[in-house]
Nanobody
Framework: QVQLVESGGGLVQAGGSLRLSCAAS????????VGWFRQTPGEGREFVAA????????YYADSVKGRFTISRDNAKNTVYLQMNSLKPEDTAVYYC?????????????????WGQGTQVTVSS
C-alpha cells in the first residue's frame, strides 16, 4: 500500500503559476503510475495528467495541454504538477492518485490510492 500527500496549492492570479507536489510513502513510488485529477463542487473528478512508471511517458487532458507539466523524482518519491498560465476555470481541489500498472489510466476508477487533495484557486 502507498500513502499520498499533496501540497503546493493556494491562491494565484490568472496567468500565474503553481507547482503541486505529491509525496508518497509506504512503498517505492517508482513502480506506480501516478495521475492528477481535479474536482469542483458538485462535479466528478476530472482527469488532468498522468505519468507512467515504465518509461515516464505522460498524458494530458486537452484542457491543460501546453500549460501543465507532470514529472517525477523517484529519489524523492515525489510527483510534481507544474501549472502555468493558470485560468479561473482551473480552480478546483487537486488530487494525486497512484496505481501499480503499466499503462496510463485516465479515469478515477483506475486508481486505488488517493491523497487528501489540495485547493487551487485562480482569481480573475
Amino acid at each position: 500500500q502507498v500513502q499520498l500527500v499533496e501540497s503546493g496549492g493556494g491562491l494565484v492570479q490568472a496567468g500565474g503559476s503553481l507547482r503541486l507536489s505529491c509525496a508518497a510513502s509506504g512503498r517505492t513510488f517508482s513502480s506506480y503510475t501516478v495521475g492528477w485529477f481535479r474536482q469542483t463542487p458538485g462535479e466528478g473528478r476530472e482527469f488532468v495528467a498522468a505519468i507512467s512508471w515504465i518509461d515516464d511517458s505522460t498524458y494530458y487532458a486537452d484542457s491543460v495541454k501546453g500549460r501543465f507539466t507532470i514529472s517525477r523524482d523517484n529519489a524523492k518519491n515525489t510527483v510534481y504538477l507544474q501549472m502555468n498560465s493558470l485560468k479561473p476555470e482551473d480552480t478546483a481541489v487537486y488530487y494525486c492518485a497512484a496505481v501499480r500498472r503499466r499503462g496510463i489510466a485516465t479515469t478515477s476508477d483506475g486508481y486505488p490510492y488517493w491523497g487528501q487533495g489540495t485547493q487551487v484557486t485562480v482569481s480573475s
